[in-house]
């Protein structure tokens, strides 16, 4: 995922973080140059970033990705393993989201977790572990 993203972002590129979590991977594209602005639904995550993964090219947003209005359009929009969490209900919400925010040329980079990784992390974790 790295390797890509580091191909996609150029120096100054303007980038939305969907879903940015803890801020791990916003942290990463603000160090190759990228002005990023990530946003999380929950409030503790975002504190948890700007506390952890705090860069001056990062602006840390708690907001509702299906209802997001930040009145900016962005050259890369990235949705790094977050997509699964959105509800079946506000898919079509969401994609209108992306689509306000984006430009003609706005890359859009979706990342979603294999299921069969999830699955066998589910049911052995705690085997690996004890």
Do not use: W
Not at 84 to 92: C, R
Not at 93 to 109: A, K
Request: net charge positive.
């Amino acid at each position: 995922m790295k390797k890509t993203l580091e191909k996609l972002i150029k120096p100054g590129s303007k980038l939305l973080d969907i879903g940015c979590g803890t801020g791990i991977c916003s942290y990463f594209m603000a160090s190759k140059g990228a002005i990023v602005t990530a946003v999380d639904l929950s409030n503790k995550l975002i504190e948890f970033a700007k506390q952890n993964s705090f860069h001056k090219n990062v602006t840390y947003i708690v907001a509702d990705a299906t209802k997001l209005k930040l009145d900016k359009r962005f050259d890369i929009i990235t949705i790094i393993d977050s997509m699964e969490h959105i509800p079946k209900d506000n898919i079509m919400d969401f994609f209108n989201v992306i689509e306000r925010h984006s430009l003609n040329q706005t890359i859009i980079y979706l990342n979603i977790p294999d299921g069969r990784y999830q699955r066998f992390i589910k049911n052995n974790l705690f085997k690996i572990l004890f």
